[in-house]
T-cell receptor
Framework: TQLLEQSPQFLSIQEGENLTVYCNSS?????LQWYRQEPGEGPVLLVT?????EVKKLKRLTFQFGDARKDSSLHITAAQPGDTGLYLC??????????????FGQGTILTVHP | SQTIHQWPATLVQPVGSPLSLECTVEGTSNPNLYWYRQAAGRGLQLLFYSVGIGQISSEVPQNLSASRPQDRQFILSSKKLLLSDSGFYLC????????????FGPGTRLTVL
């Protein structure tokens, strides 16, 4: 079983602060996605990383895929209340018969206070 | 553009009653389709996935079943609901290419009483 450990589970910060969410595994993933979800809605895809060491930026969000493709991070600069939500990492395992399936982390609930 | 629909949006059912949740995708052909269940504020547990009509793979033993009668239709069913079936059910699709980006529907909140 391929597991993605996401940390922290909860994050409560003030507007303007920076934060980082981590996603770690002992397994190699062929790709990794980050999603953001608001209460009562489905997750929305933020980014996909596929190359070891890859860095992608989406406005104030920076995503990094580890060199060995076993871990990833999401960094938010100058957080805003609109960033509040559940952040999920999900990876497609590189080996075995996991074609087409994603393994999800447990999620990070982010609250940004004005 | 592609869209994904789920209905109903919310459902309250008594224990022992049947269940049918429906998911349809528009704007794409032969998608991979997925059913997930999500506990409150947590990650997603994959229940079923399908790579084609009539092809269903079950990920965990449970009280639920899935069917894919048409290319872009995915149905989640149960003959007799249990209390533990309560949760937020999400349908997703992907085109199955490298990166396997999945796109989610709005979800169905199921409460079993």
């Amino acid at each position: 079983t391929q597991l993605l450990e996401q940390s922290p589970q909860f994050l409560s910060i003030q507007e303007g602060e920076n934060l980082t969410v981590y996603c770690n595994s002992s397994s190699v993933f062929s790709s990794l996605q980050w999603y953001r979800q608001e209460p009562g809605e489905g997750p929305v895809l933020l980014v996909t990383v596929v190359t070891g060491g890859e860095v992608k930026k989406l406005k104030r969000l920076t995503f990094q895929f580890g060199d060995a493709r076993k871990d990833s991070s999401l960094h938010i600069t100058a957080a805003q209340p609109g960033d509040t939500g559940l952040y999920l990492c999900a990876g497609e395992y590189a080996g075995g018969t996991s074609y087409g399936k994603l393994t999800f982390g447990q999620g990070t609930i982010l609250t940004v206070h004005p | 553009s592609q869209t994904i629909h789920q209905w109903p949006a919310t459902l309250v059912q008594p224990v022992g009653s049947p269940l049918s949740l429906e998911c349809t995708v528009e704007g794409t052909s032969n998608p991979n389709l997925y059913w997930y269940r999500q506990a409150a504020g947590r990650g997603l547990q994959l229940l079923f996935y399908s790579v084609g009509i009539g092809q269903i793979s079950s990920e965990v033993p449970q009280n639920l079943s899935a069917s894919r009668p048409q290319d872009r239709q995915f149905i989640l069913s149960s003959k007799k609901l249990l209390l533990s079936d309560s949760g937020f059910y999400l349908c997703a699709w992907s085109v199955g290419l490298a990166g396997n980006e999945q796109f989610f529907g709005p979800g169905t909140r199921l409460t079993v009483l």
